[in-house]
């Protein structure tokens, strides 16, 4: 057996157990709205909230267990979250009542 089929051998579990990379998921809030309305992520996943509207957003999510408060966005700006946990919770806008986007985390 060669040196080079020795290599690919002891490489192969290696990669086999490498994680996959982090999803980086866009939700705009304009018209109302979040967009899109559902998100299916896992953890580790980042989701950026960008206000594409003329009118301040927030992000909140009342969600027990995974309760937050980003704050305001003005329009134009952008608000982070990286999913720390499994679970599925609600994201609310508290200026909007009625915006909503359901987040499931697996």
């Given at each position: 057996?060669?040196?080079?089929?020795?290599?690919?051998?002891?490489?192969?579990?290696?990669?086999?157990?490498?994680?996959?990379?982090?999803?980086?998921?866009t939700v705009t809030m304009a018209g109302?709205?979040?967009?899109?309305?559902?998100?299916?992520?896992?953890?580790?996943?980042?989701?950026?909230?960008?206000?594409?509207?003329?009118?301040?957003?927030?992000?909140?999510?009342?969600?027990?267990?995974?309760?937050?408060?980003?704050?305001?966005?003005?329009?134009?700006?952008?608000?982070?979250?990286?999913?720390?946990?499994?679970?599925?919770?609600?994201?609310?806008?508290?200026?909007?009542?009625?915006?909503?986007?359901?987040?499931?985390?697996?």
């Amino acid at each position: 057996m060669s040196f080079d089929r020795i290599a690919i051998i002891v490489c192969l579990p290696l990669l086999a157990s490498t994680p996959a990379s982090a999803a980086d998921i866009t939700v705009t809030m304009a018209g109302g709205a979040y967009q899109p309305a559902k998100i299916s992520a896992a953890v580790g996943d980042t989701i950026r909230f960008r206000n594409d509207d003329d009118a301040d957003h927030n992000v909140f999510v009342p969600t027990v267990g995974h309760a937050l408060d980003l704050g305001k966005q003005e329009p134009g700006q952008e608000a982070v979250l990286t999913l720390g946990k499994s679970g599925t919770f609600d994201v609310e806008c508290v200026f909007h009542p009625g915006m909503l986007t359901i987040v499931e985390v697996k």
